[in-house]
């Protein structure tokens, strides 16, 4: 490539003086810059993959009819091709992998998050109506009793499906289809059961498999009487006899019990409803607008231990951060000292809490908590019993001390980084002008180490809001709180109790949980924003 | 350059519309690939299965692609993720035709609509009686089982060669031996009612009655006089009496103490028979020692496979569940893989031939399947608070009392 520099250098007709090393090296930049054939090239087997991936995935999306997600995709795709092959559009070139990941993983699971805090997702509202409404006739199905088993061979004529049956009893053939009750016919045999009959073809195993759709809907009345039931077969080799209990009507969109005649419809709750409340599920996901949210605040159940829950998230957020901050700057201080000896040792030696996995660090300070077994009460306390995770108010001292254990060598490093960049020039000012240490650490030093640091309290402090790890591995939330009515403990903090509603337990509420991550989502950005503010007029100090 | 470029742009173009052609026809020949798919898609069965099972199930998979030509893909999951994945992935179709499960997530699953009906038919009466309890919901069959598995004691019978008559006999026996701590189960801070249910239902205090659709939700049992003897009983066994309940004892800590021989007798399941064995303890399998004159049954966990009520292939997923996974062979081929006892008759006879799993089917005579109705939900939510409260020397009746009162009010609501 140098050569073609060259090359262009003398046609330009620039002065046949040899460029300077220093030209030379901006050239082979701007070269490599503005695109050299290898860079093209790569540009266009890269462009072609992720046209390949899209067009695939737009076939893909188009045969399962996915018509938005493949607009979504072709759109997308255009766009990528539009920006790369253009030739300036140098910013968005940069910008656009980060933005589309960006939107896949991040906005996109917002909206859904949001979206879901608005409908009744979880236990018994899980799909849709259609789901419902099959999932409620198959399972209603009830197997006549003491009726046999059939053994039967699915036959076709003409493209209808029908059932040829054999009595187990009295060894007879029947056929029969999903219009026309059992006739008996003359079949030929294979040991005990008929396998073919005249009129009709025999499927085999493969083509039963390939027209399974067709078979499992396929009920052939046993007799005239609809109380005899209908033969119905589950493996395409034997058949039962079932009747339905319930018997839905499309046009009122209604469900009756057939044996206690109860009419369920649809009250608009996502679920078939009884005139007295009952509901028939599996029911179906509905918009429910902000019941959720309601819920969450005024529902005496959910409401008490949302506010005491919500007060403990704040003290735990706001101490750790404090008990982090001021033990890690403390040791910065004093790890600082030029008097100090064997400093890179114990630097290295604070760094190790950090080093370790938060979540294995909590499970082993759990083992170390425990009760009777636990090394602190066996070995440091000689065998006392101090119940550091079973009490409700040592329980929360152990989560802020692990905390701290967890989070210090954090605050230590950036009070460290903090502290060298301010210039020692201030200190000996300070000094000549006669100033004690603390006075100089507290009117010079700390205000300008919060400059730096300040943005990152800020981020700790979100961080330590939403600490999942810490809570989940080391108590659990326990102890539990036996009389509040949800499973919730004395050290939940929000992002646990919304783990439990949510995730735990036989009865799962996604759109409540969802709603509460909404709730916490905008105490944190409010508190965030405030924050942020306060933290301007920290910097006019420069 | 500047007529290089353009060239060399002319060049990439030609490349792009051929890339594009290319990457066109590899699209179409993949959506026709995918149309061929869709026929044959009849014939492959997707299955779910633990993780630690897949390399138990994978022969009889591959003998009935064999015997029928339906390809049977086994996805190994974790087992704590199979249900969750399931109740979520069902319901927009992507889910899979069968997944591998425990009896008491039936109440969950059929409450979400995720799973269809299975006809035993009379093949049923082959089963356990506990395996069919456990598989039907609501008078419905929705499992086919094929592990049963419950807890009982394992005895080191180098330190005691007898099994204990009683519960108190136990801890006398354990003491003579000149052990400290005898007995160990698992508990925890928030209890574990699971392995405290023997004991609970010595005293005649199940959670539930029955009617003919299996556990009646209405029909709330444990606040019986039978569930108050039994709290006071707990508490006295617990941390202001004998000690020999703690709740600082976890499965990890009841573990260590029965390996490293400090405790003769360990309340656990099948599960921990491996490690016990290979610690070289010489183990023997007893029932649960009673406190009571009556027997001490535990909670019956079968194991089985559910098919998803969104299957395409619902004929060939009940055809390779009730009419080959049913049968001896392929029942017995799971067992050795997994060591639980088989949920069919005839294999769990054959199964029994080895001592510690004919111990474990003793016990298993006495158990009762765990309920699966959503109402147990809100039981576990207090039951175990509740117990360990009682460990812990809270008032025994006044708590029971409460926990009735709650999971009341939690049932009703």
């Known amino acids: 490539m140098t050569s073609a520099i060259d090359d262009e250098v003398r046609t330009d007709g620039a002065p046949p003086k040899k460029p300077t090393k220093r030209q030379r090296q901006a050239a082979a930049i701007a070269e490599a810059a503005s695109g050299s054939m290898k860079v093209l090239l790569l540009k266009i087997v890269l462009l072609g993959i992720v046209d390949a991936v899209a067009l695939y995935a737009l076939f893909v999306l188009v045969g399962a009819e996915q018509w938005i997600v493949a607009g979504v995709v072709l759109v997308v795709a255009a766009i990528v091709n539009w920006i790369y092959f253009s030739k300036r559009k ?27 805090a608005f409908t009744n997702y979880g236990t018994g509202h899980n799909g849709t109506k259609e789901q419902a409404v099959s999932s409620l006739m198959a399972s209603s199905l009830q197997r006549v009793e003491d009726s046999p088993t059939y053994p039967v061979t699915v036959v076709d004529r003409g493209g209808e499906l029908g059932l040829l049956v054999t009595d187990p009893d009295s060894g007879d053939a029947f056929v029969g289809t999903s219009d026309e009750p059992l006739t008996e016919v003359e079949a030929s045999f294979d040991g005990d059961r008929a396998v073919a009959t005249d009129g009709w073809t025999s499927l085999q195993f493969a083509d039963v498999l390939n027209r399974t759709d067709e078979i499992t809907e396929l009920a052939v009345p046993y007799s005239d009487d609809p109380n005899d039931g209908a ?8 058949a039962y006899r079932y009747i339905s209990t319930l018997e839905y009507d499309e046009t009122a969109g209604t469900m009756t019990n057939l044996e206690t005649g109860v009419v369920y419809s649809d009250t608009g709750v996502g679920a078939f409803t009884s005139e007295n409340g009952d509901q028939l599920l599996p029911g179906w996901q509905i918009v429910v607008g902000f019941d959720n949210f309601v819920r969450a605040v005024t529902d005496p159940r959910l409401a008490n231990p949302l506010v005491y829950v919500t007060l403990w998230t704040f003290a735990f957020a706001l101490i750790s951060v404090a008990s982090t901050f001021f033990l890690g700057l403390f040791l910065a201080i004093v790890f600082n000292d030029m008097r100090m000896r064997g400093r890179k040792i114990y630097r290295v030696l604070m760094i190790l809490p950090y080093a370790v996995p938060s979540f294995l660090s909590a499970l082993i300070w759990a083992g170390m908590m425990n009760e009777s077994f636990g090394f602190i009460n066996q070995v440091l306390f000689g065998g006392a019993s101090i119940p550091w995770l079973t009490d409700p108010w040592l329980a929360k001292l152990s989560i802020l001390i692990v905390n701290l254990w967890l989070g210090f060598p954090y605050m230590f490093l950036v009070c460290m980084g903090a502290l060298q960049s ?20 507290r009117l010079i030093k700390l205000p300008l180490l919060f400059v730096t640091v300040a943005p990152l309290l800020i981020a700790s402090f979100a961080f330590n809001f939403n600490n999942f790890n810490v809570i989940y591995m080391l108590t659990d939330g326990g102890p539990r709180d036996s009389n509040a009515p949800i499973p919730v403990g004395f050290t939940d903090i929000l992002i646990t109790m919304v783990y439990k509603v949510a995730f735990t337990g036989q009865l799962r509420d996604y759109g409540l949980a969802s709603a509460y991550s909404i709730i916490i989502f905008v105490i944190v950005a409010v508190i965030s924003i405030i924050a942020f503010r306060r933290t301007k007029s920290l910097e006019e100090l420069n | 350059m500047r007529v290089n470029r353009k060239s060399l742009l002319a060049a990439g ?41 897949v390399d138990a199930l994978k022969g009889a998979a591959e003998a009935y692609t064999e015997k029928t030509g339906v390809k049977v893909d086994l996805v190994g999951k974790d087992n704590a993720d199979i249900k969750d994945d399931f ?30 009906p299975i006809e035993l038919g009379d093949s049923a009466a082959d089963y356990l009686k506990v395996a069919i309890d456990a598989s039907t919901y609501e008078g419905t069959t929705y499992m086919l ?17 007898e099994p204990a008559a009683n519960f108190d006999d136990m801890i006398a026996k354990g003491k003579a031996a000149g052990l400290a701590q005898p007995f160990v189960v698992e508990q925890g801070a928030e209890g574990n009612p699971y392995h405290l249910y023997p004991f609970q239902t010595a005293f005649g205090a199940p959670v539930f009655g029955t009617n003919d659709q299996g556990y009646d939700p209405t029909d709330l049992q444990i606040g019986n006089a039978g569930g108050e003897q039994f709290a006071q009983w707990l508490s006295g066994q617990g941390k202001n009496g004998t000690g020999v309940f703690n709740t600082d004892i976890d499965g990890d800590i009841a573990k260590t103490a029965f390996l490293d021989g400090t405790a003769a007798f360990w309340l656990t399941g099948p599960w921990n028979v491996g490690a016990a064995v290979d610690a070289g303890i010489n183990v023997a399998i007893d029932p649960v020692p009673s406190p009571t004159a009556d027997p001490a049954s535990p909670f019956a966990g079968v194991k089985g496979f559910f098919i998803s009520a969104e299957s395409k292939n619902k004929v060939a997923a009940n055809d390779f569940l009730v009419n080959y996974l049913g049968t001896e062979d392929v029942q017995l081929e799971l067992f050795k893989a997994g060591n639980v006892l088989p949920a069919l008759s005839a294999a769990a006879e054959t199964a029994s031939a080895d001592p510690i799993i004919a111990g474990f089917a003793a016990v298993g005579d006495q158990a009762v399947p765990m309920p699966a109705i959503p109402a147990m939900g809100a039981v576990w939510q207090y039951w175990g608070i509740a117990q360990a409260e009682i460990i812990n020397g809270a008032d025994p009746v006044a708590t029971w009392q409460k926990l009735t009162a709650d999971v009341q009010a939690a049932i009703s609501k």
């Not at chain 1, 033969?231 to 034997?238: A, F, K, N, Q």
């Not at chain 2, 792009?16 to 149309?35: H, R």
């Open chain 1, 90 to 116: 140098l910013p968005a070139k940069y910008l656009t992998p980060g933005i589309i990941f960006l939107v896949v993983f991040q906005v996109f699971v917002l909206l859904y998050t949001g979206y879901v």
């Open chain 1, 231 to 238: 033969l119905r077969t589950p493996d395409g080799s034997s």
């Open chain 1, 422 to 441: 301010i210039p020692d020039e201030l200190q000996e000012a300070a000094t000549v002008d006669g100033a004690r240490p603390w006075a100089i650490f």
């Open chain 2, 13 to 53: 173009a030609v490349a792009i519309v051929t890339t594009l052609g290319l990457a066109g026809c590899a699209g179409g020949s993949g959506d026709s690939g995918d149309g061929s798919g869709d026929s044959s898609a009849a014939s492959t069965l997707t299955v779910w299965v633990d993780t630690e099972r």
């Open chain 2, 87 to 116: 109740i979520q992935q069902v319901p927009t179709g992507k889910g899979p035709d069968i997944a591998m499960g425990a009896h008491d997530w039936l109440g969950e699953l059929s409450t979400n609509g995720v799973v269809a």
């Open chain 2, 145 to 161: 089982p094929y592990a049963v598995e419950n807890i009982a004691v394992l005895r080191n019978a180098d330190l005691i060669p």
